[in-house]
């Protein structure tokens, strides 16, 4: 299955690194699109800190920047599961921004708008898959569990053989003499 795998995260982040190296050296012909969204994550952008930059040229570059680490990172497996996630992150808002079919009143670019808003759905779906893939290893609340369990196991491991050895003592003081265990 790890070929596969392999393959799959490759493919999946192939679009991101291509468009997200395309759209950082060239990012303005994505402002018109972009700076409706832009503008309403602008004040929580500034919220958050005064001095990371709100402007649609800005944060497009930084989307796009985001998508290439992400991309790379996920189709080398290395930190693939938090790539994904980061990458889904970044789906989201040029989604949105970008293919709004929901606004559009010409019926062609409606359609062309429906088909990339469901294709990048698509993706979502993909890099949430890759983000809960564990690599066929157990995940982290499986591991979780069993180390509970095992301990709690070791727990009554160890109270049984207290019991027993009180029981041993108990007797070995009432008779008198020393009882093998």
């Known amino acids: 299955m790890k070929p596969v795998r392999s393959l799959a995260r490759v493919m999946l982040s192939s679009i991101f690194v291509v468009s997200g190296a395309r759209n950082f050296t060239h990012p303005d012909r994505l402002v018109p699109t972009a700076k409706p969204v832009t503008d309403r994550a602008a004040p929580l952008i500034q919220s958050l800190h005064p001095r ?10 930084a989307n796009a920047a985001t998508q ?3 991309g790379l990172m996920l189709a080398s497996g290395r930190f693939a599961r938090p790539a994904a996630l ?27 708008n429906q088909v990339h808003f469901l294709k990048n759905l ?5 890099l949430l898959l890759a983000a809960a893939d564990t690599g066929g290893k157990p995940g982290l609340r499986w ?8 301990s709690r196991r070791s727990v ?14 108990v007797r070995s003081a009432a008779t008198g003499r020393r009882i093998p265990g």
């Open 52 to 61: 990371i930059p709100t402007d649609t040229e800005a944060l497009i570059r």
């Open 156 to 169: 009554q491991r160890a109270v049984r053989t207290a019991r027993r050895e009180a029981k041993i003592a």
């Open 122 to 126: 698509g993706l979502l779906g993909g």
């Open 68 to 70: 290439v680490v992400g």
């Open 86 to 112: 980061i990458l889904a992150g970044t789906l989201v808002p040029t989604t949105i921004a970008g293919h709004s079919f929901w606004n559009t009143d010409d019926p062609m670019a409606r359609n062309h």
């Open 143 to 150: 591991r979780a569990g069993h180390r509970i369990d095992h």
